[in-house]
Nanobody, 117 residues
Framework: VQLQASGGGLAQPGGSLKPSCVVS????????IGWFRQAPGKEREAVSC????????HYSDSVKGRFTISRDYAENTADLQMNNLKPEDTAFYYC???????????WGNGTQVTVSS
């Protein structure tokens, strides 16, 4: 099982980015998918996750109302639409997939998001 994150980059405050997590080696039908982030000198933070149902979404308070997580079963992907970005969103973002039956977790490689003017 491999998770490949991409789509990070540099954005100005108020701008948008849309990282994507592509999963290979397993069908995501029974997996929840999510994103963590970690900034230098800070603890890792759970940003968002989506369950087997596309309506089952969760967000940290710091991104609620600005970020939207989605998944595509056909493409085996999960995206994180990030709007109204703030400098404090600057971090390394990495995705994970968790099998809902036993909690086994697979981690992706991550992508850097930098918000700066």
């Amino acid at each position: 099982v491999q998770l490949q994150a991409s789509g990070g980059g540099l954005a100005q405050p108020g701008g948008s980015l849309k990282p994507s997590c592509v999963v290979s080696g397993v069908a995501l039908d029974y997996y929840a998918i999510g994103w963590f982030r970690q900034a230098p000198g800070k603890e890792r933070e759970a940003v968002s996750c989506i369950g087997m149902s596309k309506l089952d979404t969760h967000y940290s308070d710091s991104v609620k109302g600005r970020f939207t997580i989605s998944r595509d079963y056909a493409e085996n992907t999960a995206d994180l639409q990030m709007n109204n970005l703030k400098p404090e969103d600057t971090a390394f973002y990495y995705c994970y997939a968790i099998l809902v039956f036993d909690g086994k977790v697979y981690w992706g490689n991550g992508t850097q998001v930098t918000v700066s003017s």
